[in-house]
């Protein structure tokens, strides 16, 4: 696999990540216990730290990018594999 492959695989594992991730950890005002601010969502989180946000996703994104290679280089899972229509790939 070239790495500019790698790279562009890796970027797409990430944004994935981003919206698995997003909604962990996040607790409200109200949650909180603290006052609500008029002009803002209820839902909306009371501190939102955009540093732990990025690390668990990338912490995320490199653990499915990671079982992604491993399954290139070691060849687990197959197109093959996943062909359930009962006609074989003709090379």
Known sequence: MHWTS?????????????FLVLPFG???THEVGAEH???????APHVFLIGRFF???TIVAT????LFYLNYVYGWITADMLDWSGVSRGV
């Open 63 to 66: 653990m499915m990018f990671g």
């Open 26 to 28: 996040v607790r409200t």
């Open 55 to 57: 690390l668990r996703t």
């Open 37 to 43: 601010i008029p002009g803002t969502a209820e839902s």
């Open 6 to 18: 790698a790279l562009a695989i890796y970027v797409l594992f990430w944004f994935l990540a981003v």
